[in-house]
Nanobody, 119 residues
Framework: QVQLVESGGGKVQPGGSLRLSCAAS????????MGWYRQAPGKQRELVAT?????ATHYADSVKGRFTISRDSAKVHLQMNGLKSEDTAVYYC???????????????WGQGTQVTVSS
């Protein structure tokens, strides 16, 4: 069972920056898709950004130009600049792999880290 552990959350003023990191119990290279999701109070969990093992990235419209997802062999990161109050949420690391023999999709989640943007 792959374990994902997030770090780097906290409180920041509007316009500030934070960098989230997610460490996996296996090599990140072995996980096909890595991504970040967030869930604000009273709202559904939503996609923030994803990164494939092939290097493709995808961002929610609300964070384009402000957030950057990156990955190395050990971690996936989310650099968040120009933070707004509406970015306040619990941020979750997500990983998706496909079993070699069966092709079965397997999904992993971290425990989440709180990001609060407030003056």
């Amino acid at each position: 069972q792959v374990q994902l552990v997030e770090s780097g959350g906290g409180k920041v003023q509007p316009g500030g920056s934070l960098r989230l990191s997610c460490a996996a119990s296996v090599s990140i290279r072995s996980i096909t898709n890595m991504g970040w999701y967030r869930q604000a109070p009273g709202k559904q969990r939503e996609l923030v950004a994803t990164s494939t093992s092939g290097g493709a990235t995808h961002y929610a419209d609300s964070v384009k130009g402000r957030f950057t997802i990156s990955r190395d062999s050990a971690k996936v990161h989310l650099q968040m600049n120009g933070l707004k109050s509406e970015d306040t949420a619990v941020y979750y690391c997500n990983g998706v792999s496909y079993e070699v023999v069966t092709g079965r999709r397997v999904e992993y989640w971290g425990q989440g880290t709180q990001v609060t943007v407030s003056s």
